[in-house]
Structure formats: C-alpha cells, structure tokens
Nanobody, 119 residues
Framework: QVHLVESGGGLVQAGGSLRLSCAASGRTFSNYAMAWFRQAPGKEREFVSGISWYTAYSDSVKGRFSISRDNAKNTVYLQMNSLKPEDTAVYYC???????????????WGQGTQVTVSS
C-alpha cells in the first residue's frame, strides 16, 4: 500500500507560481512512477505530468510546469509557473509501479489539493 498526501495548493494570480508537493509512504518509492492529474469542475480528470526514469507533460503545461522527485524524501514536486486561469482545478498525485502512463491507470491516489488562478 502507498499513501499519498498532496500539499502546496492555493490561490494565485495569473502569471504567478506555485509548487505542489506529494509525500508518499509505504512501499519503495523509487520503483513507482509518479504523476500529477487535475480535475476542473464539470470536466474529466486529466494527465498533467509524470516521472519515472523519464518525464512527460501534457501539451497544455509543457514549458510552464516542471516535475521532479526526491527519492530520499519520498516526495514528488510539481513546479507550476506562468499560471493561467484555465489551470484552476483540483490537483491529484498518483502512483503506479513501473513507467509513466497518461491514462488514469494508477494504483494509488492522493486526496487532492485545490489550485485556483485568478485573472
């Protein structure tokens, strides 16, 4: 079992930055692909970024967001720069054994953290 806890969400003006953190506990963190998804009101949950031995980004955040991980701290980060109102959503951390996948096929999910970008 892997337990995930997100933090770092909040309210920010357009053009601002936030850094999300996801702390994992349980099994060997380094063996897991970690990802960030987001879900806006009335929309489906969508892939934002993932990291295993490589990184992946959705087209909508490429060049603005950066994912990283610290295996010693069992933590994955999402640095979000140049935020836009359309980035407003609940952001979820997810974990899956093996490689990054852009679908919802992850074994473990956090409870989510709200990110609100005002115009």
């Amino acid at each position: 079992q892997v337990h995930l806890v997100e933090s770092g969400g909040g309210l920010v003006q357009a053009g601002g930055s936030l850094r999300l953190s996801c702390a994992a506990s349980g099994r060997t963190f380094s063996n897991y692909a970690m990802a960030w998804f987001r879900q806006a009101p009335g929309k489906e949950r969508e892939f934002v970024s993932g990291i295993s031995w490589y990184t992946a980004y959705s087209d909508s955040v490429k060049g603005r967001f950066s994912i990283s991980r610290d295996n010693a701290k069992n933590t994955v980060y999402l640095q979000m720069n140049s935020l836009k109102p359309e980035d407003t959503a609940v952001y979820y951390c997810a974990a899956a054994y093996g490689s990054v996948r852009t679908t919802l096929d992850y074994d473990y999910w956090g409870q989510g953290t709200q990110v609100t970008v005002s115009s």
